[in-house]
C-alpha cells in the first residue's frame, strides 16, 4: 500500500494534467472571483459576509483581491456605501494587490521611478482605508492580515510589523495568513535573518496542535533560505541531513499527520510542501502530498523556479513517482 493511501486512506488521483488555478480548485471562489470581475458587490458583498470563519473569509478576500480591474468599480462601491466596513476591507485589499502590480516583481533596482510612485500611493490609500476598518470592526483579524502585508510592502519598520501581527493573532491565534505574513517579514530580503525566521516557523509549528497547518511555515523557510543562496550551495543545503530532517517532521506533523483537516486554502500549503520535499529528495513524502493535490497548481511557490508553473509542478511530480 503506498504511504498515500496509508496516511490518507483514499486512493490517489491518476492521469490528471496540472493546471495553475487562480480559484485554487476551490469552486466558490471561482464563483466569487467572476462576481469581482462583473463589479457585482450587490451579489458578492452578502456572499462574502455570509462565511463566517473569519480566516476563511481572509482567504476569500485575499484571492479575491488580485482579480484585475476591481479597483475601478470599488472605488464607487466605497463613495456609495460609506458605512459598509465590507466594502472597504476588500478595497483595502485591491490597492495592495494594485500596488505590487505597479511595482511589478522586479528587483528594486529595477523598479522606475513612476512604479516606486504608484506603489507608494496606492498602499497609502490601503493603509487608510484599512486602519478605518480595524477601527471600525475590532474583532475583525483581516484588516490586520492585509495591514502587515501593506506595512511589509511600505517597510514601515520591525516595530509596525510585530504590533501588526500580535494584533491579528489575538483575534486567531492560528491564522496561517498572519503567519505566512510575519514569516516574511522576518527574511533576510526584508531585513531580517535565517536564523529569526527558522526560530519563527519552528516555535509556531510545535506551538500548534498536530495536524494543524503551521508546519507549512518550516517549508516556506527552508524555501526562503534555498532562495537566498548561490547555485550548487543552494541544492547542498536543501538535500543536508539536518534540512531532510526537519522538512520529513514538519510534513509528518501537518499536512501527513493523521489527524490532518484540510483548512480552505489547503492546496497552497501542499503545493508548498511538494515542491520543497521534491528539491530535497523526499520523493516518497513528496508523491504523497502531490497525490493528495491531484491536477491542483498553485502559483506560489512554483514560480520561484521560473518558467512555466504548471509545467514546474508536472515535472516534480513526475519525478517523484513511484518506479
Known amino acids: 500500500m503506498s504511504l498515500f493511501r496509508r496516511l490518507t486512506g483514499r486512493k490517489a488521483p491518476r492521469g490528471l494534467p496540472p493546471v495553475l488555478d487562480p480559484a485554487q480548485g476551490d469552486e466558490e471562489l471561482r464563483r466569487l472571483r467572476a ?50 466596513s465590507l466594502v472597504l476591507l476588500l478595497s483595502g485589499a485591491r490597492h495592495i494587490a494594485w500596488g505590487w502590480e505597479a511595482r511589478t516583481g522586479s528587483l528594486a533596482k529595477h523598479v522606475t521611478q513612476d512604479q516606486w510612485q504608484l506603489f507608494g500611493e496606492r498602499l497609502e490609500v490601503a493603509e487608510e482605508q484599512l486602519l478605518e476598518v480595524a477601527e471600525r470592526e475590532p474583532g475583525w483579524v483581516a484588516p490586520w492580515y492585509f495591514l502587515q502585508l501593506g506595512a511589509l510592502g511600505a517597510s514601515l519598520g ?89 522538512l520529513r517532521e514538519a510534513a509528518l506533523r501537518s499536512v501527513l499527520h493523521p489527524a490532518y483537516r484540510p483548512q480552505r486554502d489547503w492546496r497552497a500549503t501542499h503545493n508548498a510542501f511538494a515542491m520543497v520535499l521534491s528539491l530535497a529528495d523526499e520523493r516518497e513524502l513528496a508523491h504523497a502530498v502531490f497525490a493528495a493535490l491531484g491536477d491542483v497548481v498553485t502559483a506560489s511557490p512554483w514560480y520561484y523556479l521560473g518558467g512555466d508553473e504548471a509545467e514546474n509542478f508536472r515535472a516534480h511530480r513526475d519525478r517523484c513517482a513511484p518506479r
Open 158 to 246: 520591525r516595530t509596525v510589523a510585530t504590533t501588526r501581527f500580535d494584533a491579528a493573532v489575538r483575534r486567531d491565534p492560528g491564522h496561517l495568513a498572519s503567519h505566512r505574513a510575519r514569516l516574511q517579514q522576518l527574511c533576510a530580503k526584508w531585513g531580517g535573518s535565517h536564523e529569526e525566521m527558522h526560530a519563527f516557523a519552528r516555535t509556531a509549528m510545535l506551538g500548534a496542535p498536530e495536524g494543524g497547518p503551521l508546519g507549512e511555515l518550516v517549508a516556506l523557510a527552508h524555501l526562503e533560505h534555498w532562495l537566498d543562496l548561490p547555485d550548487g550551495e543552494d541544492h547542498a543545503y536543501l538535500t543536508g541531513p539536518a534540512v531532510r530532517a526537519s
Open 35 to 84: 462576481l469581482a470581475d462583473a463589479g457585482d458587490w450587490a451579489a458578492l458583498g452578502p456572499a462574502l459576509a455570509a462565511v463566517p470563519d473569519q480566516s476563511e473569509q481572509t482567504w476569500l478576500l485575499n484571492r479575491i483581491s488580485d482579480v484585475e480591474g476591481t479597483e475601478e468599480w470599488l472605488a464607487k462601491a466605497v463613495a456609495e456605501r460609506p458605512d459598509d
